[in-house]
């Protein structure tokens, strides 16, 4: 959404704008642009307008129905003649912040599921087969320390038993090929 005020009173809003906070463009007009902000937000947002702070912040925006939501806000000073106004543009992080929340309990599924594997699981390079990542029992299964094997002192040549190595490098080639 886009808004242009003059020290906080609403001169122009778009349609995504008024949308964004519940509302109609003309019911916002002449307004203070205050009023779209949680009460214990109101304070730092004045202080960016009385002081004509331009830059990007994240803070809450207050919709009609009384509902707070994440909003990332853009302002900038424009001269219009002897003028300073603001224009300001919003964007709404609820579903940002939303696919962020499902992705952090994403990852902490997998790692939950990694560190109690009873196998190993890794991620080697192709090109000098040091291993980039470990997880699941490898203490108990090969004896060393995952950290060990992380420094690149042991190979993922030296974990597999050689007859078994040409059969290992050959699944390994087709994993990496896709």
Same mark, same amino acid.
């Given at each position: 959404?886009?808004? @242009?005020?003059?020290?906080?009173?609403?001169?122009?809003?778009?349609? *995504?704008?008024?949308?964004?906070?519940?509302?109609?463009?003309?019911?916002?007009?002449?307004?203070?642009?205050?009023?779209?902000? /949680?009460?214990?937000?109101? /304070?730092?947002?004045?202080?960016?307008?009385?002081?004509?702070?331009?830059?990007?912040?994240?803070? *809450?925006?207050?919709?009609?129905?009384?509902?707070?939501?994440? @909003?990332?806000?853009?302002?900038?000073?424009?001269?219009?003649?002897?003028?300073?106004?603001?224009?300001?543009?919003?964007?709404?992080?609820?579903?940002?912040?939303?696919?962020?929340?499902?992705?952090?309990?994403?990852?902490?599924?997998?790692? *939950?599921?990694?560190?109690?594997?009873?196998?190993?699981?890794?991620?080697?390079?192709?090109?000098?087969?040091? !291993?980039?990542?470990?997880?699941? *029992?490898?203490?108990?299964?090969?004896?060393?320390? /995952?950290?060990?094997?992380?420094?690149?002192? @042991?190979?993922?040549?030296?974990?597999?038993? /050689?007859?078994?190595?040409?059969?290992?490098?050959?699944?390994?080639?087709? !994993?990496?090929?896709?």
């Amino acid at each position: 959404g886009v808004f @242009v005020h003059d020290a906080g009173r609403i001169l122009y809003l778009n349609q *995504s704008g008024a949308e964004m906070f519940g509302f109609e463009p003309e019911e916002l007009l002449n307004r203070d642009v205050l009023e779209l902000a /949680p009460p214990e937000c109101r /304070p730092a947002q004045l202080e960016c307008i009385a002081s004509g702070w331009e830059g990007a912040y994240e803070t *809450s925006g207050l919709r009609k129905d009384g509902t707070i939501f994440p @909003v990332e806000l853009h302002a900038r000073n424009v001269a219009v003649g002897r003028k300073t106004i603001r224009a300001v543009t919003a964007r709404d992080l609820t579903e940002r912040r939303a696919a962020e929340q499902e992705l952090r309990e994403s990852r902490e599924g997998y790692r *939950s599921i990694l560190e109690n594997l009873r196998a190993i699981a890794y991620r080697g390079r192709a090109v000098d087969g040091h !291993l980039l990542f470990l997880a699941g *029992s490898v203490s108990e299964i090969v004896g060393l320390d /995952p950290v060990e094997l992380i420094s690149g002192t @042991v190979r993922w040549e030296d974990l597999v038993q /050689p007859d078994d190595r040409r059969e290992f490098e050959a699944e390994a080639a087709r !994993l990496a090929a896709g």
